[in-house]
């Protein structure tokens, strides 16, 4: 459950206006022709108990979470996205309550969660480590983390250059914070979760590479 003093009462202070309503349109899209929506769909599919996600967004996990999820404690720090992510949440088929925090200083009780979800977030954190930490410290012993994030296009040396020197100038102003060269699995794995599976997508499937194209779609577990 949440910490004392979470909820309504906490302010993280995030506020990213422009991006905010630049992902709420371009998310649908991406949802429905880039083929993220159906990569949402296999990140949640299975779950079941007590579930944390981070970075929720304007809530487009939500409606595709199984029944067999007792509750989804959502934690978004940006205003606008927050409000979104509420109106989702009213006709998501599990219980969902939002939570104003931030991923790397979580309002929530130890080792309570049986299964965290993280959904390109990582990109945009100050402190991925911090957060993935946060994670690891909120799931019980055994509990599953489910994670679909974009980052580094391995083994495109061009490619690589290119997002390095977009992440140290334009993008991350121009996105939310946002970062294309990150590594989410050697993140998650320096993080101390086993058992790491998963695969690399491309997204859109079939279309122009751009920086942030390169996906990860995995699993992991707290020891």
């Known amino acids: 459950m949440p910490a004392p003093g979470a909820g309504s009462q906490r302010r993280s202070g ?3 206006p422009w991006f905010a309503r630049f992902y709420d349109r371009m998310s649908v899209l991406a949802d429905t022709r880039g083929s993220v929506g159906a990569h949402r769909d296999e990140l949640v599919a299975g779950l079941s108990g007590r579930v944390v996600e981070i970075g929720a967004g304007n809530g487009r996990n939500f409606a595709r979470y199984p029944r067999t ?14 409000r979104l992510a509420a109106a989702a949440a009213r006709d998501a088929p599990v219980p969902a309550d939002l939570v104003d925090g931030t991923a790397e200083q979580l309002p929530l009780e130890s080792g ?3 299964a965290a979800v993280c959904s390109l977030v990582l990109c945009s954190l100050e402190r991925e480590r911090r957060a993935l930490a946060e994670l690891l410290r909120v799931l019980r012993p055994g509990g599953r983390l489910r994670f679909y994030e974009h ?53 859109p499937v079939g279309g122009l590479a751009l920086p942030h194209s390169f996906h990860v779609l995995g699993s992991a577990r707290k020891p």
């Open 112 to 114: 309570a969660f049986d």
């Open 69 to 82: 999820v007792s509750e989804v404690v959502a934690v978004e720090p940006e205003v606008h996205m927050r």
């Open 151 to 203: 980052g580094r296009a391995q083994g495109r040396s061009g490619m690589e250059r290119a997002q390095r020197m977009l992440d140290a100038s334009v993008w991350p102003l121009m996105f939310g914070g946002c970062h294309t060269a990150r590594d989410p699995l050697a993140r998650i794995r320096e993080a101390g979760f086993t058992e790491l599976t998963f695969r690399r997508l491309l997204v």
């Open 14 to 16: 995030v506020h990213h």
